[in-house]
Structure formats: C-alpha cells, structure tokens
C-alpha cells in the first residue's frame, strides 16, 4: 500500500497561482492529479511517469505543469492562470502501471490521497 499525502491547496483569485505537493510513501512509476467538482464527476487533470514523460487533459493544457522529484517521490502541480472552473478537490493519484488509455482515468489508478481544497474565484 502506498500512501499519498497533499499540500498547497487554498483560495486564490482568478488569475492566481497555486502549488499542490504530494507525498508518497514509496516509489509509483506513475503519479497523477485528478479533481473533483461539487456536482461533478472526478477527472484527470494530469500525469507523469518517472522518465519525466506528462500528460495534460485539454482544460489545463498551457496553465498547468506537472513535475516529480523521484529521489524524494513527490510530485507537483503548478497552476497558474487560474479561472473559477478550476474550484475542486485536487487528488493525488498513483499507480505502479496505466495504459495509454487509462492515463487520466482515475480506474486506472490504486492508491489516493485524502483530497486538497482548491477555491478560485472571480
């Protein structure tokens, strides 16, 4: 079991920046952040594997980076540009393996962490 800790949540106003951390207990070969609406289904927001190698879902594409530090198995999300629709609970995510498709599907994913609060608003 791998457990996942989140950081950097908080409210910013539209146009801001944000930071999420997230901690893993032990190496994943892909690490991931997906988030969550009121309302809404969860949905990938991006992932990256330990050769460095991202993927972006269309909606953050430009705005957001997603980076990892392996020797300390962490992952990030820097957002910047933030708008309104970007208000959900962030997840960390992370799995040993995902297919190509299943990279921003959160059943491609085993372990979770607990949820950071991001507030944007106009």
């Known amino acids: 079991e791998v457990e996942l800790v989140e950081s950097g949540g908080g409210a910013v106003t539209a146009g801001g920046s944000l930071r999420l951390s997230c901690v893993a207990s032990?190496?994943?070969?892909?690490m991931g952040w997906f988030r969550q609406a009121p309302g809404k289904q969860r949905e990938g927001v991006a992932n990256?594997?330990?050769?460095?190698?991202?993927t972006y879902a269309d909606s953050v594409k430009g705005r957001f980076t997603i980076s990892r530090d392996n020797a300390e198995n962490t992952v990030y999300l820097q957002m910047n540009s933030l708008k309104p629709e970007d208000t959900a609970v962030y997840y960390c995510?992370?799995?040993?393996?995902?297919?190509?498709?299943?990279?921003?599907?959160?059943?491609?994913?085993?372990?979770w962490g607990q949820g950071t609060q991001v507030t944007v608003s106009s």
């Open positions: 995510a992370a799995t040993h393996w995902v297919s190509t498709q299943r990279i921003l599907s959160e059943d491609g994913y085993d372990f």
């Open positions: 032990d190496y994943t070969y892909c």
């Open positions: 990256i594997d330990s050769d460095g190698g991202a």
